[in-house]
């Protein structure tokens, strides 16, 4: 390898690739490596050029090409196109390795192939001056966008300090908006009271409606219990009277028929006690607000807990009833912030009604038909769902939309309060911001889908 070629390396090459990659900000140090590794190379090739050898050349060549190269693969992400000018030093030093190594230890292959040898050098010669225009013109574009965005940084600021300017003449005309705004407030407050006037003689309708469903539905058992209680005094004079008799003449028959029915009166009394407790325990349960926490619960575990909770208690008063439960729980289903008790209650109260609604329909169908109960979970991108699903009597069409009213129920008279599904409701959708939907279809089944915010 003549003296020439690495001359030219370190005379062109090198000071190129500093200005390209700017390497005296960048890479300082590799900048010092690149400038007293030039003067060492011209050194040396000096030395060749004195005792006329050729043995310097090649590992100065190599040695200058690794000290570009590498600057350029440290700012391969950093500087545009230096991945270009890396891919134009590395060919050059291959093929010129190449090269040097068939020409000193295959010195007869490399005669006989010096035309092809020859043909590959001046290709990567002019291959890599070709990437050397490319990578600079690529450059020179670089740096002309690069000057078109200061350019553009500095109109954003003439742009920002007309804004400023804008932003002083609205304060101006906003301080005259605030005191037309405090004028239509005075108007406003008067409004609102108004409107909260109207509201109140709404409330006070509707607290009538209300009053009158409460009257309605604990009448019942007061006149159970008023009657009861008169007929029991009416006994307990007759047997008072017995009780006055001789003993020679006392009836113990009918003294024993008599306090038997004092006793079936008492508990029938004290049976429709507890039905008009359980209505004002329900009251009472659905004007109050829950002072509970949300904490989170797996609801799988609780709907499992409250699916079995409510079939065994169903199973302790009619030992003849069986059903099939079926749950379909997404294990996926992380825990969500609810209260306890409360969201427990609303599992509840869906469950009972299910069974009660399978119940039904074993009775009056009970030939050719499984009651059914299915309890499912999932975690959606909606939310998280839960549903309570039945093949019980369903719900007249006519009957849906009353559903979630308080105190309507579609049990018979003394079965039930309704208020189970309006408390469910409210729990669901005040405290804790769901929603609780009804699909039913009469004679096929029920379906209650509870919507909970998963986050």
Same mark, same amino acid.
């Given at each position: 390898m003549s003296f020439i070629l690495p001359f030219l390396v370190a005379f062109f090459l090198l000071p190129f690739v500093q200005k390209f990659l700017q390497t005296a900000e960048r890479l300082p140090e590799w900048h010092d490596r690149i400038r007293i590794g030039r003067l060492i190379a011209f050194g040396l090739l000096l030395v060749e050029v004195v005792t006329d050898g050729e043995k310097i050349s090649p590992p100065v060549f190599f040695g200058?090409? $690794? /000290?570009?190269a590498y600057p350029a693969y440290l700012l391969k992400e950093e500087v545009p196109n230096a991945r270009l000018l890396f891919w134009m030093i590395v060919p050059l030093g291959v093929v010129f390795f190449i090269d040097n190594l068939a020409e000193y230890w295959m010195p007869r292959f490399y005669e006989n192939y010096d035309l092809f040898f020859q043909t590959a050098k001046s290709i990567v010669f002019v291959l890599s001056f070709v990437l050397a225009i490319i990578a600079r013109n690529q450059q020179r574009e670089f740096n002309k966008q690069r000057q078109k965005l200061v350019q553009e940084e500095e109109?954003?600021? $003439? /742009?920002?300090?007309?804004?400023?300017?804008?932003?002083?003449?609205?304060?101006?005309?906003?301080?005259?908006?605030?005191?037309q705004k405090e004028e239509l407030q005075q108007a406003l407050e008067h409004l609102k009271a108004t409107?909260?006037?109207?509201?109140q003689s709404e409330k006070l309708a509707s607290l009538g409606e209300l009053t009158a469903g409460i009257a309605h539905e604990i009448q019942n058992p007061l006149n159970f219990v008023n009657n009861f209680s008169e007929v029991s005094v009416e006994l307990l004079e007759e047997l008072k009277t017995e009780r006055a008799r001789p003993t020679e003449d006392r009836d113990e028959g009918l003294e024993a028929e008599i306090l038997d029915d004092i006793f079936q009166n008492l508990e029938k009394i004290n049976h429709h006690g507890k039905r008009a407790s359980s209505i004002v325990t329900g009251m009472l349960q659905h004007s109050?607000?829950?002072t509970g926490k949300k904490e989170p619960v797996n609801l799988n575990a609780l709907a499992d807990e409250y699916l079995r909770l409510s079939y065994h208690g169903l199973r302790a008063k009619d030992k003849s009833f069986n059903a099939k439960m079926n749950t379909f729980f997404d294990e996926s289903l992380p825990k969500v912030n609810v209260i306890p008790q409360d969201f427990g209650r609303v599992l509840l109260n869906l469950i009972n009604?299910?069974?009660?609604?399978?119940?039904?329909?074993?009775?009056s169908q009970p030939e050719?038909?499984?009651?059914?109960?299915?309890?499912?979970?999932?975690?959606?991108?909606?939310?998280?769902?839960?549903?309570?699903?039945?093949n019980g009597t369903g719900i007249p069409e006519e009957l849906k939309s009353k559903i979630f009213q308080p105190f309507f129920t579609t049990k018979p008279t003394g079965q039930g309060t309704g208020l189970g599904l309006s408390l469910a409701y409210d729990i669901v959708t005040k405290s804790h911001g769901g929603t609780i939907e009804l699909d039913s279809v009469e004679g096929e089944g029920t379906t209650f889908t509870i919507t909970l915010p998963n986050h």
């Open positions: 200058l090409l $690794i /000290l570009v109109n954003n600021r $003439i /742009l920002e300090a007309k804004k400023l300017d804008l932003e002083y003449q609205v304060a101006e005309r906003t301080a005259e908006i605030t005191k409107q909260e006037q109207l509201i109050r607000a829950s009604n299910a069974f009660y609604a399978v119940q039904a329909r074993s009775i050719n038909y499984m009651p059914t109960v299915t309890v499912s979970t999932q975690n959606t991108d909606q939310g998280i769902i839960i549903k309570v699903g039945d």
